[in-house]
Protein backbone atom coordinates (compact mmCIF):
# COMPACT_ATOMS: atom_id res chain seq x y z
CA UNK A 1 0.00 0.00 0.00
CA UNK A 2 2.67 2.63 -1.17
CA UNK A 3 0.20 4.56 -1.75
CA UNK A 4 -0.09 5.73 1.75
CA UNK A 5 3.22 7.20 1.58
CA UNK A 6 3.64 8.31 -1.56
CA UNK A 7 2.99 12.28 -1.68
CA UNK A 8 3.18 12.55 -5.36
CA UNK A 9 0.78 9.90 -6.08
CA UNK A 10 -1.51 11.44 -2.86
CA UNK A 11 -1.40 15.36 -4.43
CA UNK A 12 -1.61 13.75 -7.76
CA UNK A 13 -4.90 11.20 -7.20
CA UNK A 14 -6.43 14.75 -5.08
CA UNK A 15 -6.29 16.87 -8.43
CA UNK A 16 -7.57 14.34 -10.87
CA UNK A 17 -10.17 12.19 -9.03
CA UNK A 18 -7.72 8.85 -10.05
CA UNK A 19 -9.61 6.90 -7.00
CA UNK A 20 -12.62 9.04 -6.81
CA UNK A 21 -15.16 7.20 -9.58
CA UNK A 22 -16.36 3.54 -9.43
CA UNK A 23 -16.09 0.96 -12.07
CA UNK A 24 -19.56 0.36 -13.44
CA UNK A 25 -21.61 -1.12 -11.25
CA UNK A 26 -23.27 -4.50 -11.55
CA UNK A 27 -27.11 -4.22 -12.57
CA UNK A 28 -28.21 -6.60 -10.01
CA UNK A 29 -29.82 -5.31 -6.95
CA UNK A 30 -29.72 -7.28 -3.74
CA UNK A 31 -33.79 -7.94 -2.69
CA UNK A 32 -33.67 -6.83 0.87
CA UNK A 33 -36.46 -9.42 1.97
CA UNK A 34 -36.21 -11.59 5.10
CA UNK A 35 -36.47 -14.69 3.69
CA UNK A 36 -33.02 -13.96 2.03
CA UNK A 37 -30.74 -15.67 4.09
CA UNK A 38 -27.56 -13.35 5.47
CA UNK A 39 -24.80 -15.44 3.71
CA UNK A 40 -26.77 -14.67 0.25
CA UNK A 41 -26.54 -11.01 1.48
CA UNK A 42 -22.60 -11.19 1.81
CA UNK A 43 -21.79 -12.76 -1.50
CA UNK A 44 -23.83 -10.51 -3.25
CA UNK A 45 -22.02 -7.64 -1.50
CA UNK A 46 -19.00 -9.09 -2.24
CA UNK A 47 -19.25 -9.62 -5.73
CA UNK A 48 -20.46 -5.59 -6.07
CA UNK A 49 -17.22 -4.44 -4.32
CA UNK A 50 -15.21 -6.33 -6.09
CA UNK A 51 -17.00 -5.73 -9.45
CA UNK A 52 -17.40 -1.65 -8.94
CA UNK A 53 -14.11 -1.01 -6.43
CA UNK A 54 -11.68 0.10 -8.98
CA UNK A 55 -9.15 -1.33 -6.19
CA UNK A 56 -10.94 -4.58 -5.00
CA UNK A 57 -8.24 -6.84 -5.91
CA UNK A 58 -5.19 -4.52 -4.74
CA UNK A 59 -2.97 -6.59 -2.08
CA UNK A 60 -3.60 -4.66 1.46
CA UNK A 61 -1.66 -6.44 4.11
CA UNK A 62 -3.43 -4.90 6.78
CA UNK A 63 -4.41 -8.72 8.19
CA UNK A 64 -6.38 -7.28 11.54
CA UNK A 65 -7.13 -9.57 14.47
CA UNK A 66 -10.79 -10.08 12.97
CA UNK A 67 -9.52 -10.77 9.86
CA UNK A 68 -7.18 -13.69 10.81
CA UNK A 69 -10.55 -15.08 12.76
CA UNK A 70 -12.11 -14.96 9.55
CA UNK A 71 -9.15 -17.01 7.49
CA UNK A 72 -9.32 -19.39 10.37
CA UNK A 73 -13.43 -19.80 9.49
CA UNK A 74 -12.38 -20.21 6.23
CA UNK A 75 -14.30 -16.71 5.21
CA UNK A 76 -11.64 -14.95 3.82
CA UNK A 77 -8.40 -16.30 1.76
CA UNK A 78 -4.95 -15.74 3.68
CA UNK A 79 -3.44 -13.27 1.87
CA UNK A 80 -6.05 -9.92 1.61
CA UNK A 81 -6.41 -7.44 -0.95
CA UNK A 82 -8.92 -4.55 -0.45
CA UNK A 83 -12.56 -6.23 -1.30
CA UNK A 84 -11.26 -8.87 1.47
CA UNK A 85 -11.08 -6.34 4.27
CA UNK A 86 -13.55 -4.23 3.22
CA UNK A 87 -16.87 -6.43 2.73
CA UNK A 88 -19.19 -7.34 5.12
CA UNK A 89 -18.27 -10.27 7.18
CA UNK A 90 -20.18 -12.80 9.95
CA UNK A 91 -17.92 -13.56 12.41
CA UNK A 92 -19.29 -16.99 13.58
CA UNK A 93 -19.60 -18.51 16.83
CA UNK A 94 -19.97 -22.29 16.98
CA UNK A 95 -23.95 -23.46 17.97
CA UNK A 96 -24.46 -19.94 19.85
CA UNK A 97 -27.83 -18.19 19.87
CA UNK A 98 -26.92 -14.45 20.06
CA UNK A 99 -25.37 -12.31 17.94
CA UNK A 100 -24.72 -8.10 17.37
CA UNK A 101 -25.29 -6.87 14.08
CA UNK A 102 -23.22 -3.77 13.43
CA UNK A 103 -23.75 -0.88 11.16
CA UNK A 104 -21.48 1.82 10.04
CA UNK A 105 -21.08 5.35 9.16
CA UNK A 106 -21.33 7.58 6.25
CA UNK A 107 -18.47 7.05 3.83
CA UNK A 108 -17.05 4.15 5.69
CA UNK A 109 -17.40 0.37 5.17
CA UNK A 110 -17.40 -2.49 7.64
CA UNK A 111 -13.71 -2.60 7.85
CA UNK A 112 -15.02 -0.01 10.77
CA UNK A 113 -15.75 -2.31 13.02
CA UNK A 114 -13.04 -4.93 13.03
CA UNK A 115 -11.46 -3.95 16.03
CA UNK A 116 -15.00 -3.30 18.09
CA UNK A 117 -15.95 -6.99 16.73
CA UNK A 118 -13.23 -8.56 18.62
CA UNK A 119 -14.88 -7.31 22.30
CA UNK A 120 -18.16 -8.72 21.02
CA UNK A 121 -16.23 -12.02 19.53
CA UNK A 122 -14.71 -12.68 23.30
CA UNK A 123 -18.14 -11.83 24.41
CA UNK A 124 -19.69 -15.12 22.72
CA UNK A 125 -21.50 -13.10 20.25
CA UNK A 126 -21.25 -13.75 16.72
CA UNK A 127 -20.73 -10.60 14.64
CA UNK A 128 -22.45 -9.87 11.83
CA UNK A 129 -22.01 -6.52 9.81
CA UNK A 130 -23.36 -4.70 6.91
CA UNK A 131 -22.61 -2.42 4.08
CA UNK A 132 -24.95 0.73 4.02
CA UNK A 133 -25.87 1.06 -0.28
CA UNK A 134 -23.16 3.32 -1.93
CA UNK A 135 -20.16 1.93 0.07
CA UNK A 136 -17.40 0.32 -0.56
CA UNK A 137 -16.43 1.37 -4.00
CA UNK A 138 -15.61 4.95 -4.78
CA UNK A 139 -17.13 8.34 -3.40
CA UNK A 140 -19.04 8.90 -6.77
CA UNK A 141 -21.31 6.22 -5.93
CA UNK A 142 -22.88 8.02 -3.00
CA UNK A 143 -24.36 10.68 -5.84
CA UNK A 144 -27.08 8.63 -6.53
CA UNK A 145 -28.17 7.44 -2.90
CA UNK A 146 -30.77 7.76 -0.84
CA UNK A 147 -31.14 7.80 3.22
CA UNK A 148 -34.39 5.36 2.41
CA UNK A 149 -32.45 2.96 0.02
CA UNK A 150 -29.86 2.84 3.70
CA UNK A 151 -32.88 2.12 6.32
CA UNK A 152 -34.14 -0.35 3.82
CA UNK A 153 -31.03 -2.37 3.92
CA UNK A 154 -30.59 -1.66 7.60
CA UNK A 155 -34.16 -3.09 7.92
CA UNK A 156 -33.03 -6.25 6.68
CA UNK A 157 -30.21 -7.28 8.09
CA UNK A 158 -32.02 -6.21 11.69
CA UNK A 159 -34.74 -8.44 10.92
CA UNK A 160 -32.99 -11.14 9.55
CA UNK A 161 -30.61 -11.42 12.72
CA UNK A 162 -33.71 -11.46 15.16
CA UNK A 163 -35.23 -14.41 12.99
CA UNK A 164 -32.01 -15.95 12.96
CA UNK A 165 -31.02 -15.76 16.74
CA UNK A 166 -32.40 -15.43 20.39
CA UNK A 167 -30.03 -12.90 22.00
CA UNK A 168 -29.75 -10.23 19.52
CA UNK A 169 -27.77 -6.48 20.25
CA UNK A 170 -27.61 -3.73 17.65
CA UNK A 171 -24.58 -1.06 17.35
CA UNK A 172 -24.36 1.54 15.33
CA UNK A 173 -21.70 3.98 14.75
CA UNK A 174 -22.60 7.83 13.68
CA UNK A 175 -25.21 7.61 10.83
CA UNK A 176 -25.39 3.73 11.09
CA UNK A 177 -26.91 4.63 14.81
CA UNK A 178 -29.37 6.82 13.16
CA UNK A 179 -31.17 4.40 11.20
CA UNK A 180 -31.05 1.53 13.91
CA UNK A 181 -32.97 4.64 16.61
CA UNK A 182 -35.42 4.92 13.47
CA UNK A 183 -36.20 1.24 12.84
CA UNK A 184 -36.70 0.98 16.39
CA UNK A 185 -39.09 3.98 17.14
CA UNK A 186 -41.10 3.03 14.06
CA UNK A 187 -41.54 -0.51 14.70
CA UNK A 188 -45.09 -1.09 16.24
CA UNK A 189 -43.63 -4.29 17.74
CA UNK A 190 -40.18 -4.95 18.09
CA UNK A 191 -38.97 -8.65 19.21
CA UNK A 192 -38.33 -9.42 22.49
CA UNK A 193 -35.38 -11.16 20.92
CA UNK A 194 -33.51 -7.62 21.06
CA UNK A 195 -32.01 -7.13 24.61
CA UNK A 196 -29.69 -3.58 23.81
CA UNK A 197 -28.50 -0.74 21.73
CA UNK A 198 -25.19 0.33 21.51
CA UNK A 199 -24.23 3.98 20.02
CA UNK A 200 -20.52 4.91 19.15
CA UNK A 201 -20.81 8.93 17.72
CA UNK A 202 -24.23 8.72 17.18
CA UNK A 203 -25.26 10.69 13.98
CA UNK A 204 -28.26 13.28 15.75
CA UNK A 205 -27.39 16.82 14.19
CA UNK A 206 -25.13 17.84 12.01
CA UNK A 207 -22.73 20.33 13.59
CA UNK A 208 -22.78 22.09 10.08
CA UNK A 209 -26.69 23.34 11.07
CA UNK A 210 -26.78 24.20 7.20
CA UNK A 211 -27.06 20.85 5.90
CA UNK A 212 -30.68 21.09 4.75
CA UNK A 213 -29.34 23.16 1.89
CA UNK A 214 -27.44 20.16 0.80
CA UNK A 215 -30.52 18.68 -1.56
CA UNK A 216 -30.79 22.41 -2.87
CA UNK A 217 -27.01 22.96 -3.96
CA UNK A 218 -27.24 19.00 -5.48
CA UNK A 219 -29.44 19.87 -7.94
CA UNK A 220 -27.24 23.19 -9.64
CA UNK A 221 -25.56 21.30 -12.81
CA UNK A 222 -22.47 19.97 -12.07
CA UNK A 223 -21.71 21.20 -8.49
CA UNK A 224 -21.31 17.45 -7.52
CA UNK A 225 -18.92 17.43 -4.48
CA UNK A 226 -17.90 19.11 -1.20
CA UNK A 227 -14.84 17.85 -0.56
CA UNK A 228 -12.13 16.34 -3.24
CA UNK A 229 -9.68 14.39 -1.70
CA UNK A 230 -7.21 11.85 -2.67
CA UNK A 231 -9.32 8.54 -1.17
CA UNK A 232 -5.89 7.06 -0.75
CA UNK A 233 -7.71 5.56 2.85
CA UNK A 234 -9.34 1.88 0.80
CA UNK A 235 -11.52 1.52 3.46
CA UNK A 236 -13.31 4.96 3.92
CA UNK A 237 -14.18 7.46 1.40
CA UNK A 238 -12.87 10.91 1.40
CA UNK A 239 -14.20 13.16 -1.51
CA UNK A 240 -17.54 13.75 -0.50
CA UNK A 241 -20.31 14.40 -2.97
CA UNK A 242 -23.34 16.71 -1.99
CA UNK A 243 -25.70 14.32 -2.23
CA UNK A 244 -24.29 12.08 0.86
CA UNK A 245 -24.48 15.62 2.76
CA UNK A 246 -28.16 15.79 1.94
CA UNK A 247 -28.66 12.04 2.47
CA UNK A 248 -27.48 12.08 5.45
CA UNK A 249 -29.28 15.00 6.72
CA UNK A 250 -32.01 13.32 5.68
CA UNK A 251 -31.52 10.28 8.44
CA UNK A 252 -31.02 12.91 10.69
CA UNK A 253 -34.18 14.39 10.26
CA UNK A 254 -35.91 10.86 10.82
CA UNK A 255 -35.16 10.44 14.36
CA UNK A 256 -35.75 14.85 15.14
CA UNK A 257 -36.89 15.27 18.19
CA UNK A 258 -40.07 16.50 17.46
CA UNK A 259 -40.66 12.89 15.37
CA UNK A 260 -38.87 10.61 18.15
CA UNK A 261 -41.01 12.30 21.17
CA UNK A 262 -44.26 11.25 19.36
CA UNK A 263 -43.02 7.37 19.32
CA UNK A 264 -42.16 4.90 21.47
CA UNK A 265 -38.39 3.33 22.26
CA UNK A 266 -38.46 -0.45 23.37
CA UNK A 267 -37.53 -1.13 26.97
CA UNK A 268 -33.80 -2.11 25.92
CA UNK A 269 -30.93 -0.55 27.55
CA UNK A 270 -28.96 1.79 25.20
CA UNK A 271 -24.89 2.01 25.73
CA UNK A 272 -23.24 5.75 23.96
CA UNK A 273 -19.97 6.36 23.27
CA UNK A 274 -18.92 9.84 21.69
CA UNK A 275 -16.65 13.14 21.85
CA UNK A 276 -17.58 16.79 23.53
CA UNK A 277 -15.88 18.22 20.66
CA UNK A 278 -17.05 16.12 17.80
CA UNK A 279 -17.03 18.53 14.92
CA UNK A 280 -19.16 15.81 12.73
CA UNK A 281 -22.39 15.55 15.24
CA UNK A 282 -23.36 17.76 17.63
CA UNK A 283 -22.88 16.43 21.09
CA UNK A 284 -25.27 18.74 22.71
CA UNK A 285 -28.06 17.33 20.19
CA UNK A 286 -27.09 13.73 20.78
CA UNK A 287 -27.14 14.02 24.49
CA UNK A 288 -30.95 15.49 23.92
CA UNK A 289 -31.63 12.36 21.89
CA UNK A 290 -30.38 10.04 24.62
CA UNK A 291 -32.71 11.84 27.15
CA UNK A 292 -35.66 11.65 25.46
CA UNK A 293 -35.04 7.49 23.88
CA UNK A 294 -34.75 7.25 28.10
CA UNK A 295 -37.76 9.19 28.52
CA UNK A 296 -40.05 7.50 25.94
CA UNK A 297 -39.20 3.59 26.68
CA UNK A 298 -41.38 1.69 29.22
CA UNK A 299 -38.83 0.88 32.18
CA UNK A 300 -39.55 -2.05 34.28
CA UNK A 301 -36.28 -2.32 35.37
CA UNK A 302 -33.64 -0.74 36.73
CA UNK A 303 -32.09 1.31 34.12
CA UNK A 304 -28.73 0.15 32.40
CA UNK A 305 -28.26 3.06 30.12
CA UNK A 306 -24.56 3.79 30.24
CA UNK A 307 -22.78 6.89 28.43
CA UNK A 308 -19.30 6.95 27.72
CA UNK A 309 -18.29 10.81 27.08
CA UNK A 310 -14.95 11.58 26.15
CA UNK A 311 -13.63 15.29 27.22
CA UNK A 312 -15.40 17.78 29.23
CA UNK A 313 -18.53 16.17 31.44
CA UNK A 314 -19.78 19.50 31.67
CA UNK A 315 -21.28 19.17 28.95
CA UNK A 316 -23.83 17.40 30.45
CA UNK A 317 -27.01 19.36 30.71
CA UNK A 318 -28.52 18.76 34.09
CA UNK A 319 -31.97 17.65 33.38
CA UNK A 320 -30.01 14.55 31.72
CA UNK A 321 -31.34 11.21 33.73
CA UNK A 322 -29.48 10.88 36.70
CA UNK A 323 -30.44 6.79 36.11
CA UNK A 324 -27.47 6.84 33.49
CA UNK A 325 -24.09 5.61 34.85
CA UNK A 326 -20.95 7.82 33.04
CA UNK A 327 -17.93 7.07 32.35
CA UNK A 328 -15.44 10.28 31.89
CA UNK A 329 -12.17 8.94 31.11
CA UNK A 330 -9.36 10.88 31.91
CA UNK A 331 -5.47 10.75 30.08
CA UNK A 332 -3.01 8.88 32.40
CA UNK A 333 -0.98 7.27 29.65
CA UNK A 334 1.85 9.16 27.77
CA UNK A 335 0.15 7.91 24.34
CA UNK A 336 -2.81 10.61 24.89
CA UNK A 337 -1.32 13.47 26.89
CA UNK A 338 -0.57 15.57 23.87
CA UNK A 339 -4.09 14.38 22.32
CA UNK A 340 -6.19 17.08 21.33
CA UNK A 341 -10.09 16.23 21.79
CA UNK A 342 -11.53 13.01 20.63
CA UNK A 343 -12.38 13.23 17.00
CA UNK A 344 -15.79 11.85 15.53
CA UNK A 345 -13.93 9.24 13.71
CA UNK A 346 -11.72 7.70 16.57
CA UNK A 347 -13.85 6.44 18.72
CA UNK A 348 -14.45 3.03 17.36
CA UNK A 349 -10.91 2.26 16.76
CA UNK A 350 -7.60 0.89 18.85
CA UNK A 351 -4.48 2.55 19.05
CA UNK A 352 -2.90 -1.01 17.85
CA UNK A 353 -4.96 -0.62 14.57
CA UNK A 354 -2.78 -1.62 11.63
CA UNK A 355 -4.31 1.21 9.73
CA UNK A 356 -5.76 3.95 11.95
CA UNK A 357 -3.58 3.17 15.28
CA UNK A 358 -0.50 4.82 16.43
CA UNK A 359 2.16 3.53 14.11
CA UNK A 360 -0.08 3.46 11.25
CA UNK A 361 0.97 5.20 7.66
CA UNK A 362 -2.43 6.34 7.13
CA UNK A 363 -2.98 10.08 7.82
CA UNK A 364 -6.44 11.73 8.05
CA UNK A 365 -5.49 15.71 6.40
CA UNK A 366 -8.84 17.00 5.48
CA UNK A 367 -7.98 19.71 7.36
CA UNK A 368 -6.17 21.37 4.63
CA UNK A 369 -7.80 20.25 1.28
CA UNK A 370 -7.82 24.09 0.65
CA UNK A 371 -3.92 24.54 1.80
CA UNK A 372 -1.95 22.40 -0.39
CA UNK A 373 1.76 23.43 1.35
CA UNK A 374 -0.10 22.61 4.84
CA UNK A 375 -1.80 19.20 2.99
CA UNK A 376 1.45 18.54 2.20
CA UNK A 377 3.03 18.78 5.34
CA UNK A 378 0.35 16.98 7.61
CA UNK A 379 0.86 14.00 5.34
CA UNK A 380 4.90 14.06 5.44
CA UNK A 381 6.04 15.62 8.68
CA UNK A 382 7.03 13.05 11.43
CA UNK A 383 4.48 14.47 14.16
CA UNK A 384 1.65 16.23 13.62
CA UNK A 385 -0.21 17.06 16.33
CA UNK A 386 -3.37 14.99 16.67
CA UNK A 387 -7.10 15.43 17.86
CA UNK A 388 -10.41 16.34 16.33
CA UNK A 389 -10.48 19.38 14.02
CA UNK A 390 -11.85 22.00 15.61
CA UNK A 391 -11.48 25.91 14.51
CA UNK A 392 -9.02 26.51 17.61
CA UNK A 393 -7.18 23.21 17.08
CA UNK A 394 -6.65 23.50 13.63
CA UNK A 395 -5.92 27.60 13.74
CA UNK A 396 -3.34 26.75 16.88
CA UNK A 397 -1.39 23.58 15.51
CA UNK A 398 0.37 23.54 12.45
CA UNK A 399 -0.14 20.49 10.86
CA UNK A 400 -2.75 18.99 12.20
CA UNK A 401 -4.11 15.69 11.82
CA UNK A 402 -7.29 14.45 12.59
CA UNK A 403 -7.04 11.62 15.21
CA UNK A 404 -8.19 8.30 14.04
CA UNK A 405 -8.03 6.37 16.95
CA UNK A 406 -9.29 6.27 20.32
CA UNK A 407 -6.64 6.31 23.36
CA UNK A 408 -9.19 4.98 25.46
CA UNK A 409 -10.05 1.76 23.55
CA UNK A 410 -8.98 -1.30 26.25
CA UNK A 411 -11.41 1.04 28.60
CA UNK A 412 -13.89 1.15 26.37
CA UNK A 413 -13.44 -2.32 25.98
CA UNK A 414 -14.15 -3.04 29.46
CA UNK A 415 -17.13 -0.71 29.83
CA UNK A 416 -19.16 -2.51 27.04
CA UNK A 417 -18.19 -5.86 28.27
CA UNK A 418 -19.07 -4.72 31.56
CA UNK A 419 -22.73 -3.20 29.64
CA UNK A 420 -22.82 -6.79 28.23
CA UNK A 421 -22.52 -8.60 31.03
CA UNK A 422 -25.17 -6.84 33.21
CA UNK A 423 -28.03 -6.63 29.98
CA UNK A 424 -27.07 -10.41 30.25
CA UNK A 425 -27.88 -11.06 33.74
CA UNK A 426 -31.27 -9.45 33.41
Request: charged share 20%.
Amino acid sequence: MSQLTDIDFIISSKHQGLLRFENTPSEHRFSYQTDNSFSDYLDFAYQHIRQSNPRAAMPCPFPTATYKQLVEQGSRPKDPNIADLIAPFELRQPDNQKAVLLVHGLTDSPFTYHDLAQIYFQQGYTVRTLLLPGHGTAPDALKNISAQQWQQATDYAINRTLKDYKQVVLGGYSTGAALLINYLTTQPMVSENLKALMLFSPASEPHNKNGWAAKWIDLIPFVNWIDKDADIDFAKYESFPWNAAAAADDAMRMIALEHIEKRTFPAIPVFTALSDIDTTIDSKATLALLSTLHKISPRNTPSLDTLVLYGDKNVIPSQFPNSYTIHNPQCRAHHCKDIQGISHIAVVNSPSHPHYGINALYRNCGSYLDDETLYTLCKTTEKPTLGERTTDNVARFKPFQRLTFNPYFSELSNQITQFLNTVEQQ
